[in-house]
Each structure stands twice: as structure tokens, then as C-alpha cells.
């Protein structure tokens, strides 16, 4: 209980949130928006409580009209089960929330009505969160996925692009099915937008991947990962073929034979510490 009362001092609503409950308390649904913001908190304390369970550094939880964010200190380098376990948190809520709802209509709790609305509220944002759409838990399941397979950055590059493309299928059935539905037109504009900061700021999301392990927080090793590379390699482009959960060795070949190795932790204390990113790889080989 401890570890879970810290989340609640975390929670945060962002303004479109509050935009979307004033505009309900004006029409007369408090009941409606009550049922709809009840089912987004519990979302977001499924993942939150999962999170601080696991020993995640929360910074924040921000409650938005179809869902939420969690945003923690972690930056992709927990371990990939870990990750996941944290991000089906928020889904699998929705599932006892079915037969809570139900417990509360067969026992008279709950109108016919209300009891509806409340089971298309808690599909729909459940539906609305698995979308393939970053930075919706979908997505970012997807992302993990990718990056078991993929360098971190280049899982990270081809999610956002994933993204992109189930979005504009998502918009397309919008203007097709209900073109005149204000409230999903918002959820895609909030998600382009989103889209759109996390593409702008791709650097950013690799260097802080870097720089968690860098001061050892790296919490798991999947495999040992071999990179080979020339001595005239910058040591950065190295590093964009780092992998999560990996532990990696740089062996350095000149055009005939190998002349060297090095650990990743070497190559990342060259690149922050001695600020030698864009040196050839094959200078670490020799004191510096």
C-alpha cells in the first residue's frame, strides 16, 4: 500500500480534459462524463500501480478524455517483459470493470441506460488505447515488439511511422463512417499532434536511451550483442545500433583482420564523458 498511495500525487489532468467535462456539465451529462473519467483513472492506475510496483520512476500521470500517459524515468531500458506487463496494466482494468458493471444493473445499482452507456464508454476507450498508434498503448506495445528486433532507434523510427500510417487509415474511416463526430476529429488531432512531437524529438528519446545506460540503469541482459565496425567508424553511428536488454561488444577490423574490441560501456563513456562522439571508433584502442 505503500508503494501505490505515491501514485495518487502523481495524477494530472490535462486542460483538453477539463475542456471536454465543462463541455458536458453545460449539455447536462455529469453522469455520462463522471462514467467516462471514472474509466480513464482506473485505465491509468492500472498502469501507474504497475509501474511503482516494479520500481519505475513516475514523474507524472495525465489523465486525458479517451485515456492517459504515463511518463517515467526508464527511457527503454527496463526489461521487455517488465514493459510489457506494465502496458497491459492499463487494458486489462477494463475487463473486471465489465463485471463490476454488470454485478451493479442485475442488482438494481445501475439503470438499463446508464448501464449501455457505460459498456460503450469502456469499449470504446479500450478499443481506442490498442490502436497500433503511438503514444497509445498499442503503439507502444508495438514498439517493443519492433525493438526486440530492431537497433532502439531505429524501432523507435519505424513505430512512429507505423504510426503515421494507422492514423491516416484511422482518419479515412472517420471522414467515411461519421465525418461530423467532433470528439474522435479531436482524438485525431491530439494524436497527430502527438506524433508529430515524438518525430520532432527522436534524438532527444535515443540520447536519453543512451545516457540511462550510460550511468548503469540498464536492469536486464537478453543477449550479448557483437557489432563490428571499422576504425574510421564514428563512434555514434555505433551507438544507434544499440539494442534494449542487450550487452554489446564493438569488435574493430581494419580491411583484413580484427584489431581490437571494446565494451559498449567504453564507447558510451567516450561519447558523454570525454565528448568524443563524432571521433573514429578506432581512436578508443589507444590512451586518449
Known amino acids: ?28 451529462q ?3 462524463l463522471l462514467m467516462l473519467f471514472s474509466i480513464v483513472l482506473i485505465h491509468e492506475l492500472g498502469h501507474a500501480v504497475a509501474a511503482q510496483t516494479c520500481g519505475w520512476r513516475i514523474k507524472a500521470v495525465t489523465l486525458l478524455p479517451f485515456g492517459g500517459e504515463l511518463e517515467t524515468e526508464e527511457h527503454g531500458n527496463r526489461p521487455w ?3 510489457m506487463a506494465v502496458l497491459f496494466a492499463g487494458p ?3 475487463l473486471w470493470l465489465y463485471a463490476f458493471a454488470f454485478l451493479i444493473h442485475v442488482n438494481g445499482g445501475m439503470g438499463t441506460h446508464l448501464y449501455q452507456e457505460f459498456l460503450l ?35 523507435h523510427r519505424l513505430i512512429i511511422q507505423y504510426s503515421i500510417g494507422s492514423l491516416a487509415v ?14 474522435w476529429w479531436v482524438i485525431g488531432g491530439f494524436l497527430g499532434y502527438s506524433l508529430w512531437k515524438e518525430w520532432k524529438h527522436r534524438q532527444f528519446v535515443f540520447m536519453r536511451f543512451l545516457l540511462e545506460r550510460h550511468y548503469g540503469h540498464q536492469h536486464d541482459i537478453r543477449a550479448i550483442s557483437k557489432l563490428e565496425a571499422e576504425r574510421e567508424t564514428p563512434i555514434f ?13 564493438i569488435i574493430i577490423k581494419n580491411e583484413i583482420e580484427e584489431i581490437g574490441k571494446l565494451d559498449e560501456s567504453e564507447v558510451l563513456h567516450a561519447c558523454f564523458t570525454s565528448k568524443l ?4 571508433i578506432g581512436e578508443l584502442l589507444y590512451p586518449y
Open 1 to 28: 500500500m505503500n508503494k501505490i498511495l505515491p501514485v495518487f500525487s502523481k495524477i494530472r489532468v490535462h486542460p483538453l480534459t477539463w475542456a471536454v467535462m465543462a463541455l458536458g456539465a453545460m449539455t447536462a
Open 30 to 32: 455529469f453522469a455520462e
Open 81 to 83: 517483459r517488465e514493459e
Open 92 to 94: 486489462l482494468q477494463h
Open 121 to 155: 464508454y469502456n469499449t470504446v476507450i479500450l478499443a481506442v488505447n490498442l490502436l497500433p498508434i503511438w503514444p497509445l498503448d498499442g503503439g507502444k506495445i508495438l514498439f517493443v515488439l519492433l525493438s526486440l528486433r530492431y537497433p532502439f532507434v531505429q524501432a
Open 170 to 183: 484511422f482518419l479515412v474511416c472517420l471522414l467515411l463512417l461519421n465525418p461530423l463526430n467532433f470528439n
Open 237 to 249: 553511428e555505433i551507438l544507434e545500433h544499440f539494442r534494449r536488454d542487450n550487452k554489446h561488444i
Open 277 to 280: 562522439a563524432y571521433r573514429p
